[in-house]
């Protein structure tokens, strides 16, 4: 990706300087550097907000409330983990952090999960079903409070940033249902073509 990006800038500068429009392209960089350092500093705040309003729900208990009633579900999406096993856990605590809109906060959780997972993995070359599944339903992310998108929409003037809640939930319940069906039916697949 290296090369990409800087095969990337080295055309466009080359285009800009044959074609005389170096100047445009200087401007155009220090504007977007300006607005990278304006959006950082924005979200900051914001994000700061979001992840005490977070931090509190999870000294509360909220995160592990949510993360008991999701066990059952956890359980019946990977039976080929069991139960009392760390992965189940680490699993329960991604998903939950992802739910409440805590993607820094997911993350150690998911590469915990995946370090599980592949303890369990008798095949170390190929990932595993449960590990496949686990990250379908962590790309697809079901979202209660999108926080970061509140806290960019608030930084870019939004009048009502928090207005797509209701469209975030939607939109990823119905990416998380699909993704755990088609790798239901992926799955299902495999162990035909296995036979």
Sequence with gaps: ????WTGLIVAGVLVAAATGRAAEVTDAAFGGA???????????????????????????GLMEALALLLRPLVSRLFPSVPPDHPAIGAMVMNISANM?????????FGLKA????????????TASEAMCTFLALNTASVTLVPGTIIALRATYGSVNPAE??????????????F?????????????????
Excluded: F
């Excluded at 995946?114 to 070359?125: A, F, S, T, V």
């Excluded at 299902?188 to 296995?194: E, I, N, P, S, V």
């Design 100 to 108: 409440l809109g805590l993607g820094s906060a997911a993350t150690p």
């Design 179 to 195: 993704a755990v069906a088609l790798d239901s039916v992926v799955r299902g697949l495999a162990r035909t073509r296995g036979r």
């Design 114 to 125: 995946m370090q599980e997972l592949q303890e369990l993995n008798e095949d170390k070359e």
């Design 164 to 177: 797509i809640v209701a469209a975030t939930i939607v939109a990823s319940v119905v990416a998380g249902v």
């Design 34 to 60: 300006k607005l990278a350092i304006e959006t950082v500093i924005g979200l900051s705040g914001l994000m700061a907000l979001w992840m005490g309003i977070m931090k509190i729900a999870e000294r509360s």
């Design 1 to 4: 990706m290296n090369v990409v």
